[in-house]
C-alpha cells in the first residue's frame, strides 16, 4: 500500500513537471528571440490564450474591439490564493473608494495595471508585455511567485492594436533581409499618417478622460471597474534620447498628494537600481509632466492611483538604428529596458501592497468628505438639453455622480462672467456636489483656471468643462445636494402624423446637425430661417431647420419625417401653416434652401494626421453624414467641381494650389481653411486674409542700439516660452446673426493652440469671431503672445464670386471633446453660403 502510494505521489510530482513544462516562453512559443522580428498582434493575441489554458494562475478578459475589429484584452494574473477570488478583490476594492456599498477592508492584495502600445509605433513594449506575462506565470520563477502573494498583476498587451499594425506591415514591407541601422534607411522613415495613432488617427494618449473613441471607452469600462492602485504605461519617445522614467516633471496639478509623489520616487530609485547595474543611461523629472488630465498617468491619478509613464528611446528605430552616440540601438535592448521596469514596477508594489492600500483608502475617504478646490458644488443651467446630454455622458463615463435642481438660488462663481453671481436654480438644471469618490477629478474637469506652476508643460493647459460645452455654470463654495437624481423632463414626443404644412426643428447642438445630415442623405428638401421666428407657440432661433411640404409632397412625407427624427430622440414641431406669429413667413427671402453638400476632405503628406482624423470622425461616426477622403497630392488631377464643400485642416501643405481653388471657389464651391491653412492662403490672389501685424518699437530700427536684456543660454527654453500657447481659452465675440453663428450666442469660447490672428476682413468678407484686448480666460500663454493675441479675426467668411472661404483659425473640434466648436464647424460646412 505504502509503495503504491509513493508511486502516486512520484507520477503527481511528473505531471506538475509535465505541466510547468508546458507553459512555454514566448520564443518557444513564437520560434524566435526577442527582439529579432516585430510580433504580429495577432501572435501576441494568440501568445496570451495559450497562456490562458496553459496558466491556473491567470484569467484573460476581452474588454473590446478596434474599430478595425482587432480584440483588445487584458490578462489578469494572481496567486492560487487569490486567482479564484477576482471579482471578490474587485468589489472590495471599490467598496474601499466608496463607490460599491461597503466598507471594504485593507487586508487585500493591491493592484498593478501595466498598459503596453498606446501609440501604435512604439512598439517594444507590446513585446515586453509578452514576456513580463511569462515571467509573471512561470512555475519556476520564485521571485515573481513571491510578489504574487500579495499583489493582482493586470497587462494590457497593446491599447492600440490598430496603430501597431499599421506600423508594423509599414516597416516589414520596406525591410530588407537584415535590418539596415542607418538612420537614412527607408526603414526609419514612416509614411503619411504613421503608426501612432488609431483607426481615425486619434491619440488614444490623450482620449483617457473625454473617451471620445472606441478603444478608450472599452478600456476606461474595465478599468473603471477595477480602479489599480498603480498604473504604468509604456511608451517610446525619439531613439536618440535615453529612457525616462518617474519621478515626473514639474507642472503637477496641486491635487497631487504626497504619497502619489513620494511613491513615484520610490519606484524611480528601483528603476534607477537596475539601470545602474546595466550602465544603462536614464533620465527623470525632465520633459513628462502631470498636468493634462487625459493622459495614461495622470488620468489614473486624479483616480487614486499611482500614475506613471515610461518613455523607452525608440520611435522609427526599427530592428536596429545607429544613434547620435555611434552606438546602435536594437528592439531587444528596448525590450530589456521595458522589461526592466516592468518587474520593477511589480516589485515596489509588492514591497508597498500595504501603504498603497491603505494611501488608496485614505485618498478616497478624502475626496468624500474633504474635496479639492474652491468649489463644493457646480450647477449648469440647462438652457441645452442636447449639450447637456453630452455633458453627462461624459460624466458617467468617468463614474462623477451628479443630480438635478435645487430648492433655492445660488451665489457662485459665474464661468461667464468671471464674477460671483447669484443665480435662481431650476427643477432640470445640472448640479454636481462635490462630495462624492470622484471629486479629485470632478475638481480638475471643471476648476474655471487650472493654477500651472511651471508652464513648460506637455500639453495643453485649459480644459474646464463649462467652456468646452459653451455651457452656462456657477462654481459654488457650500454644498448643495441635488433634488432629484434623474431629470424631469418628458422625452419628445413623436410628432403626430398628420398632413403637416411643414416641421421645424431647433438648431442648437450637434444632434440637430444629426439630423439634418439624416434627412439630406434621404433626399428630403430642406430649408433654414435666417432669423428668428415664432410659430406654433414656440420661439425658434435663426438657423432652425424648416421641412416643407412644398418640394416634399411625396407619399409617406409625414411619416419619413417624423420617424427619422424619432430615431434619434429628436424633437420636431409641426405646423399647420406657413403664416408665423412672429418673424418672417415661410415662403420669404429670409428662409434658404439648404443643398446637399458633398464634402472632400483633403488627406495625406502636408496635413496633420490627427486634425484631419477630427473631421473624419465627426462626420463618420458622430454624425453619420458621406465625405470623400481625397490625397493632397491627387488634388491636381481631381475634378474639383464634382464636389461642393473642401476642408483642408491644419497642415502645412506645399505648393498650396490657391489657383485652382479660387477658380472653383468663384463657379460656387466653399473651401473651409482651419488653422495653419488658413496661413497659407496669406498674400495668395483672389483670398482677402492677412496676418495681423506686430506693433514694432521705432528704436529698434537703430543698429547701433543694444537689445534691453541680454539673453542667457541656460534660459533659451524659458525664453521660447514666451512665445508659447500650449492650449489656452480664449473668449471672443461672434456674430451669431451671420450662418457661421447660427445656434450659437453672441460669445464663443475658442481653445489657442497657437498666437496666429489675422486682420479683419474688407469689405468682401465677413469679420465673425474677433477678439479683443480682454479676451483671454484661461490656460498659459506667453507674455509676448498675450500682447498679440488682441483686436482681430479668428472666424471669417469671404465672399469670392458664387462661392465663399471659411478662415477658422483655431481648431473647432480639438480632439472631439471640445462639443463647444462642434455647431460652430457644422455651420461651416451646411449653412454658409446657402
Given at each position: 500500500m505504502l509503495k503504491k502510494t509513493f508511486l502516486f505521489f512520484i507520477f503527481l510530482s511528473l505531471v506538475c513537471s509535465a505541466f510547468s513544462q508546458e507553459v512555454r516562453s514566448p520564443e518557444k512559443f513564437l520560434g524566435y528571440k526577442a527582439g529579432e522580428q516585430f510580433t504580429?498582434?495577432?501572435?501576441?493575441?494568440?501568445?496570451?490564450?495559450?497562456?490562458?489554458?496553459?496558466?491556473?494562475?491567470?484569467?484573460?478578459?476581452?474588454?473590446?474591439?478596434?474599430?478595425?475589429?482587432?480584440?483588445?484584452?487584458?490578462?489578469?494574473?494572481?496567486?492560487?490564493?487569490?486567482?479564484?477570488?477576482?471579482?471578490?478583490?474587485?468589489?472590495?476594492?471599490?467598496?474601499?473608494?466608496?463607490?460599491?456599498?461597503?466598507?471594504?477592508?485593507?487586508?487585500?492584495?493591491?493592484?498593478?495595471?501595466?498598459?503596453?502600445?498606446?501609440?501604435?509605433?512604439?512598439?517594444?513594449?507590446?513585446?515586453?508585455?509578452?514576456?513580463?506575462?511569462?515571467?509573471?506565470?512561470?512555475?519556476?520563477?520564485?521571485?515573481?511567485?513571491?510578489?504574487?502573494?500579495?499583489?493582482?498583476?493586470?497587462?494590457?498587451?497593446?491599447?492600440?492594436?490598430?496603430?501597431?499594425?499599421?506600423?508594423?506591415?509599414?516597416?516589414?514591407?520596406?525591410?530588407?533581409?537584415?535590418?539596415?541601422?542607418?538612420?537614412?534607411?527607408?526603414?526609419?522613415?514612416?509614411?503619411?499618417?504613421?503608426?501612432?495613432?488609431?483607426?481615425?488617427?486619434?491619440?488614444?494618449?490623450?482620449?483617457?478622460?473625454?473617451?471620445?473613441?472606441?478603444?478608450?471607452?472599452?478600456?476606461?469600462?474595465?478599468?473603471?471597474?477595477?480602479?489599480?492602485?498603480?498604473?504604468?504605461?509604456?511608451?517610446?519617445?525619439?531613439?536618440?534620447?535615453?529612457?525616462?522614467?518617474?519621478?515626473?516633471?514639474?507642472?503637477?496639478?496641486?491635487?497631487?498628494?504626497?504619497?502619489?509623489?513620494?511613491?513615484?520616487?520610490i519606484v524611480g530609485k528601483n528603476n534607477a537600481k537596475y539601470f545602474d547595474q546595466n550602465g544603462w543611461l536614464y533620465f527623470t523629472k525632465q520633459e513628462f509632466d502631470l498636468l493634462y488630465?487625459?493622459?495614461?498617468?495622470?488620468?489614473?491619478?486624479?483616480?487614486?492611483?499611482?500614475?506613471?509613464?515610461?518613455?523607452?528611446?525608440?520611435?522609427?528605430?526599427?530592428?536596429?538604428?545607429?544613434?547620435?552616440?555611434?552606438?546602435?540601438?536594437?528592439?531587444?535592448?528596448?525590450?530589456?529596458?521595458?522589461?526592466?521596469?516592468?518587474?520593477?514596477?511589480?516589485?515596489?508594489?509588492?514591497?508597498?501592497?500595504?501603504?498603497?492600500?491603505?494611501?488608496?483608502?485614505?485618498?478616497?475617504?478624502?475626496?468624500?468628505?474633504?474635496p479639492p478646490g474652491d468649489y463644493k458644488t457646480y450647477v449648469v443651467k440647462n438652457d441645452n438639453i442636447d449639450k447637456i446630454n453630452a455633458l453627462t455622458k461624459m460624466l458617467d463615463r468617468n463614474g462623477i455622480l451628479y443630480g438635478f435642481g435645487l430648492k433655492n438660488s445660488v451665489s457662485g462663481y459665474d464661468y461667464i462672467s468671471g464674477k460671483t453671481e447669484k443665480y435662481d436654480v431650476g427643477a432640470n438644471d445640472l448640479v454636481i456636489n462635490a462630495y462624492q469618490p470622484k471629486s479629485v477629478l470632478l475638481n480638475v474637469l471643471f476648476e474655471p483656471k487650472t493654477f500651472v506652476a511651471d508652464s513648460a508643460t506637455y500639453d495643453i493647459t485649459a480644459w474646464s468643462l463649462p467652456y468646452a460645452f459653451g455651457l452656462t455654470a456657477f462654481g459654488v463654495k457650500e454644498s448643495f445636494n441635488p433634488l432629484s437624481a434623474t431629470l424631469n423632463i418628458a422625452k419628445p414626443a413623436a410628432a403626430a402624423n398628420t398632413h403637416a404644412y411643414a416641421y421645424v426643428s431647433g438648431w442648437q447642438s450637434v444632434n440637430d446637425v444629426k439630423f439634418l445630415a439624416?434627412?439630406?442623405?434621404?433626399?428630403?428638401?430642406?430649408?433654414?430661417?435666417?432669423?428668428?421666428?415664432?410659430?406654433?407657440?414656440?420661439?425658434?432661433?435663426?438657423?432652425?431647420?424648416?421641412?416643407?411640404?412644398?418640394?416634399?409632397?411625396?407619399?409617406?412625407?409625414?411619416?419619413?419625417?417624423?420617424?427619422?427624427?424619432?430615431?434619434?430622440?429628436?424633437?420636431?414641431?409641426?405646423?399647420?401653416?406657413?403664416?408665423?406669429?412672429?418673424?418672417?413667413?415661410?415662403?420669404?427671402d429670409v428662409i434658404h434652401f439648404i443643398r446637399q453638400p458633398h464634402v472632400m476632405l483633403v488627406t495625406g503628406d502636408g496635413v496633420s494626421a490627427e486634425a484631419m482624423g477630427e473631421v473624419w470622425h465627426f462626420f463618420e461616426q458622430q454624425i453619420n453624414y458621406p465625405l470623400s477622403l481625397v490625397r493632397y497630392k491627387d488634388l491636381g488631377r481631381t475634378r474639383l467641381s464634382d464636389f461642393d464643400v473642401a476642408i483642408f485642416p491644419d497642415g502645412n501643405y506645399e505648393d498650396f494650389p490657391s489657383d485652382k481653388l479660387e477658380n472653383w471657389i468663384h463657379d460656387g464651391g466653399k473651401l473651409i481653411a482651419m488653422d495653419a491653412a488658413v496661413g497659407q492662403l496669406v498674400d495668395k490672389k483672389g483670398f482677402d486674409i492677412k496676418k495681423k501685424e506686430e506693433k514694432k518699437d521705432d528704436k529698434t530700427d537703430d543698429k547701433n542700439k543694444l537689445p534691453a536684456a541680454i539673453s542667457l543660454f541656460a534660459q533659451r527654453d524659458n525664453d521660447a516660452l514666451r512665445n508659447s500657447v500650449p492650449g489656452a481659452i480664449y473668449k471672443i465675440n461672434l456674430d451669431n446673426s451671420h450662418p457661421l453663428g447660427f445656434g450659437l450666442p453672441e460669445y464663443y469660447y475658442s481653445l489657442k493652440l497657437s498666437d496666429d490672428i489675422y486682420d479683419y476682413l474688407?469689405?468682401?468678407?465677413?469679420?465673425?469671431?474677433?477678439?479683443?484686448?480682454?479676451?483671454?480666460?484661461?490656460?498659459?500663454?506667453?507674455?509676448?503672445?498675450?500682447?498679440?493675441?488682441?483686436?482681430?479675426?479668428?472666424?471669417?467668411?469671404?465672399?469670392?464670386?458664387?462661392?465663399?472661404?471659411?478662415?477658422?483659425?483655431?481648431?473647432?473640434?480639438?480632439?472631439s471633446f471640445w462639443e463647444n466648436g462642434k455647431l460652430l464647424f457644422s455651420n461651416a460646412v451646411f449653412m454658409v453660403g446657402e
Open positions: 504580429p498582434h495577432y501572435k501576441i493575441v494568440e501568445y496570451f490564450r495559450y497562456i490562458e489554458k496553459a496558466s491556473k494562475n491567470v484569467k484573460l478578459v476581452q474588454y473590446g474591439t478596434t474599430n478595425e475589429g482587432r480584440p483588445l484584452l487584458a490578462m489578469f494574473i494572481a496567486s492560487d490564493e487569490y486567482i479564484g477570488k477576482l471579482d471578490e478583490i474587485r468589489k472590495n476594492n471599490l467598496q474601499l473608494a466608496g463607490i460599491e456599498p461597503g466598507t471594504g477592508t485593507t487586508n487585500t492584495p493591491v493592484i498593478c495595471w501595466l498598459s503596453y502600445n498606446v501609440h501604435g509605433n512604439e512598439p517594444a513594449s507590446s513585446e515586453t508585455a509578452m514576456q513580463v506575462l511569462f515571467d509573471m506565470v512561470d512555475p519556476a520563477n520564485s521571485q515573481t511567485k513571491t510578489w504574487l502573494k500579495n499583489t493582482v498583476v493586470v497587462i494590457d498587451p497593446c491599447l492600440n492594436p490598430d496603430g501597431r499594425e499599421r506600423y508594423i506591415n509599414f516597416y516589414n514591407s520596406v525591410k530588407g533581409a537584415m535590418p539596415d541601422a542607418s538612420p537614412a534607411a527607408r526603414e526609419h522613415g514612416e509614411p503619411w499618417p504613421g503608426g501612432r495613432i488609431n483607426h481615425y488617427y486619434f491619440d488614444l494618449n490623450r482620449d483617457w478622460a473625454w473617451q471620445t473613441q472606441k478603444e478608450t471607452q472599452a478600456r476606461l469600462a474595465l478599468f473603471s471597474k477595477w480602479l489599480p492602485q498603480i498604473h504604468a504605461d509604456y511608451h517610446e519617445q525619439g531613439y536618440n534620447a535615453p529612457y525616462y522614467f518617474a519621478p515626473a516633471a514639474e507642472p503637477f496639478h496641486k491635487v497631487i498628494t504626497a504619497w502619489q509623489r513620494e511613491f513615484q520616487t488630465p487625459s493622459y495614461g498617468d495622470t488620468y489614473p491619478i486624479y483616480n487614486g492611483s499611482i500614475g506613471m509613464t515610461y518613455e523607452q528611446g525608440g520611435i522609427s528605430a526599427g530592428l536596429a538604428v545607429v544613434m547620435r552616440t555611434g552606438d546602435t540601438l536594437t528592439l531587444a535592448d528596448r525590450i530589456a529596458h521595458h522589461h526592466s521596469t516592468s518587474l520593477s514596477t511589480v516589485e515596489m508594489a509588492s514591497a508597498y501592497a500595504q501603504k498603497l492600500i491603505d494611501e488608496f483608502k485614505k485618498y478616497y475617504d478624502s475626496s468624500r468628505t474633504n439624416a434627412l439630406l442623405k434621404k433626399g428630403i428638401k430642406v430649408r433654414c430661417s435666417e432669423k428668428p421666428f415664432e410659430a406654433a407657440g414656440k420661439k425658434f432661433g435663426a438657423g432652425s431647420l424648416l421641412i416643407t411640404r412644398a418640394g416634399n409632397d411625396f407619399a409617406g412625407f409625414d411619416l419619413e419625417v417624423t420617424q427619422t427624427a424619432a430615431s434619434i430622440n429628436h424633437e420636431l414641431t409641426p405646423l399647420t401653416t406657413g403664416f408665423v406669429e412672429k418673424g418672417a413667413d415661410l415662403g420669404s474688407g469689405d468682401n468678407g465677413w469679420n465673425v469671431g474677433t477678439i479683443k484686448k480682454d479676451g483671454y480666460i484661461s490656460g498659459f500663454v506667453g507674455q509676448k503672445s498675450k500682447e498679440k493675441i488682441k483686436d482681430g479675426l479668428l472666424l471669417g467668411v469671404q465672399s469670392l464670386g458664387r462661392g465663399t472661404v471659411v478662415y477658422m483659425v483655431d481648431d473647432p473640434i480639438f480632439r
